[in-house]
């Protein structure tokens, strides 16, 4: 989605690694903006927002006008001034077709060279090669290069290729994603193939409970289909595993010493089912993630193997030991993984026991993971990156159930961030347990009650502090008086709830299936052109899960004063992904109304339509929806939305907590359209769900949409706009 401004606006292998047979044969075994400050500066606390008049380029104006135009006419200037902005955004296609040629241009002077390898494509820089000089130097100089990040570079999934970015001449460039965005994209990838199994998966157990109704009194063959169907796999977490290595969509799918790029001490998973896609660590069960034999050439022929690389300290061992900076862990095997998790028998100094002797004896650090329980995932824990840990010590002993263990002591390395988990407690932030906590206090309750959770204001920045104000806290969208609303739609016949998508009509416009799981209270599988939800007309009720996004707010969110950025808005609660946070309410206008308006920051155009049909550069999204039925695309004398959003949502006066949600080049939250009481198009609401598993006390924020100078001010300059949204691949402008 968009934004469009109004002056200023929101919007818009190895054999250590599974495989997939062997994964799937393993499933039945258990599991142990500023608020539309744009993220400029501001920094007074009696004027929030910095009042700023410009309007919007088109596309085309974007390309023709020069940097710095003279000013012009006084009759051009008022008839610019008069023209309605749209939404702007970089153009998808073009882009993509210039970083092409550039490629092209490269690899005919020779600067790069392209390999094929294993089926896939390897890119080599040419300008770093560790194994040129490895031959030369000892064991411990080999590792530090390894910690320090500075590995040759490998190959990059498909998902994970540069982008392009303008330079101020206008010029694309190619830009390399970094380290933080291809584990995000990676850990988002991840979460669709999820959700997707989880929607088989709650596919499969309706069809089991039909088939074991139907399967009471004589036998039938749908009592038979129970019978064979009721023992099949269960976890979609390893399902999801095994399509990404199906589809060689893992993220360093070669195991290293040393921390992960893009992977910071103090990085939260969700699952262990993350830490494999990412090349964490790659056992899904193992606590010691370790290199074989398969790694005993090339550049690493000077270690000794096994090596581990990474451990999982989860309390599965009774005679584990960890006291923060220092642990003492206990070997794998003799463990009875399906009973009392106790040990049965000796361990035995091979695989992983044997990889971290190896470690010991050639001073090789490795990754330490913590796992802490946690109500927020769907596995009953989350796992914390802890930092590089050193073995200093091995021995084999008498453990508490009377059988051989090997025990390993490991220190924490010198210089690395401060540890955020300990033996006791798992601590991600301090989160208010009564208001009386909250520290810089400047409202209880924004909403007024409204809300049937309420939420906070703080201020710890201004001198004296002082809350939002200059707008009225609203529920639910209104409506200005030249806007008529569409009739409802014709609803569906489904009765309670929805259960069968081949029958619902709702569901049919959706591709003939829910967009939603049921899972931690509904969630979207993946972001989609337009998502059509059951409204007012149909037969089901309000737990229907294709009303996901109808249902009050269920976090506990608090805005929040920040130094550079404004108002900001955070949440309490863990957010997993694809669920609904918020809907941005307002007035709903026509946008030729609002386009005179000056010093409002918080229009928010509707351009759903726009980018179902892809106009101005934006990007498409999935289409697993019924085109002919939404009226707006079909009518003959609709060119008049061609190019320009017809309504937008206006929350300069009126509005509610979403109207405080910065702009982020990296953001946590997206914008999806939804309908339900009508099909309208161009009417659509407008929904922000999470991108990603969001942990507590993190900023949410999206992406506006903005395209770098396409923002022109009254006398037709180019205005530009930092950006402090703090990115790891931020802009450095909004606009």
């Known amino acids: 989605m968009v934004v469009v401004p109004s002056p200023k606006c929101k919007g818009g292998t190895q054999s250590s690694i599974p495989t997939a047979t062997e994964l799937t044969a393993q499933m039945d075994s258990p599991d142990p903006h500023l608020p539309h400050s744009h993220s400029h500066s501001q920094n007074s606390s009696s004027s929030p927002r910095v009042k700023i008049k410009y309007r919007k380029r088109s596309a085309a104006e974007a390309e023709q006008t020069p940097p710095t135009p003279p000013p012009p006419p006084p009759e051009e200037n008022e008839m610019m001034s008069s023209r309605r902005r749209f939404s702007a955004r970089i153009k998808a296609k073009e882009r993509v077709e210039k970083e092409l040629l550039v490629r092209r241009r490269v690899e005919l002077l020779g600067a790069d060279h392209e390999e094929e390898n294993g089926g896939r494509i390897r890119k080599r820089a040419g300008i770093r090669n560790s194994s040129s000089s490895a031959g030369n130097r000892d064991k411990q100089q080999l590792v530090e290069p390894k910690i320090l990040g500075l590995e040759k570079e490998k190959e990059m999934p498909e998902q994970n290729k540069p982008r392009t970015n303008a330079t101020s001449e206008g010029q694309q460039i190619s830009k390399p994603k970094s380290d933080h965005a291809k584990v995000k994209e990676t850990l988002r990838l991840f979460n669709k193939y999820y959700l997707q199994c989880v929607q088989e998966e709650e596919k499969r157990c309706r069809r089991e409970e039909a088939d074991k109704k139907a399967a009471k009194g004589p036998k039938s063959k749908k009592g038979a289909l129970f019978e064979a169907t009721k023992h099949k796999a269960k976890r979609p977490d390893l399902k999801a595993i095994s399509k990404m290595l199906e589809a060689r969509e893992t993220l360093y799918p070669e195991k290293r010493f040393g921390n992960i790029p893009g992977i910071d001490v103090g990085h939260q998973f969700y699952s262990r ?22 790694y005993s050439k090339g550049e690493y022929s000077n270690y000794t193997f096994p090596l581990a690389v990474s451990i999982v300290l989860s309390g599965m061992y009774e005679d584990d030991l960890d006291n923060a900076d220092n642990i003492v862990y206990t070997g794998q095997g003799g463990q009875n993984l399906t009973g009392n998790k106790r040990q049965i028998r000796d361990q035995k100094l091979e695989r992983g026991n044997l990889a971290l002797k190896n470690c010991l004896e050639q001073c090789v650090p490795v990754r330490v993971v913590r796992g802490h329980e946690s109500a927020s995932s769907y596995c009953g824990k989350v796992y914390t990156y802890d930092g590089l840990y050193k073995v200093v010590q091995y021995w084999a002993e008498k453990g508490i159930s009377g059988f051989t263990v090997f025990k390993y002591r490991l220190k924490r390395l010198e210089g690395q961030p401060v540890l955020t988990t300990n033996q006791v407690q798992f601590i991600y932030g301090r989160v208010p347990q009564t208001i009386s906590e909250i520290r810089g206090l400047v409202c209880e309750d924004i909403t007024g009650g409204l809300e049937d959770v309420p939420i906070p204001a703080t201020n710890l920045v201004d001198d004296p502090p002082v809350a939002p104000t200059g707008y009225t806290y609203c529920k639910y969208i209104k409506v200005a008086k030249n806007v008529k609303l569409p009739p409802n739609a014709i609803g569906c016949n489904c009765k309670g709830s929805c259960v069968d998508p081949k029958t619902c009509s709702c569901a049919m416009l959706n591709g003939s299936d829910f967009p939603y799981v049921h899972r931690d209270g509904g969630r979207l599988i993946e972001a989609k052109d337009v998502v059509f939800e059951c409204g007012p007309s149909c037969g089901c009720g309000p737990s229907c899960v294709n009303r996901t996004s109808q249902r009050v707010l269920k976090y506990r969110l608090e805005v929040f004063r920040t130094p550079a950025k404004g108002w900001a808005v955070r949440s309490w609660d863990f957010i997993p992904s694809g669920a609904p946070v918020c809907e941005y309410i307002g007035i709903l206008r026509r946008t030729e109304d609002v386009d005179a308006i000056s010093g409002n920051d918080y229009i928010f155009d509707i351009d759903c339509l726009q980018t179902m049909k892809g106009l101005g550069g934006r990007e498409k999204r999935s289409r697993d929806v019924s085109i002919l039925a939404i009226n707006s695309l079909d009518k003959p004398d609709d060119q008049r939305s061609e190019s320009v959003p017809e309504f937008c949502i206006d929350a300069g006066s009126v509005g509610n907590v979403a109207r405080f949600i910065n702009h982020s080049c990296g953001p946590n939250l997206f914008v999806q359209c939804v309908l339900s009481s009508h099909h309208d198009i161009k009417l659509a609401r407008i929904m922000l769900f999470a991108a990603d598993n969001i942990p507590p006390l993190q900023e949410l ?26 990115a790891a691949d931020c802009r450095k402008r909004l606009f």
């Not at 089912?273 to 398969?294: C, K, Q, R, T």
């Not at 924020?701 to 703090?726: E, F, I, N, Q």
């Open 701 to 726: 924020t999206y992406d506006y949409g903005y395209a770098l100078d396409s923002v022109l001010s009254p006398d037709g300059k180019v205005r530009k706009m930092p950006c402090y949204c703090g």
């Open 273 to 294: 089912a993350e830490m494999v896609v990412v090349g964490f660590h790659s056992h899904w069960l193992n606590g010691i993630d370790y290199m074989g034999m398969s």
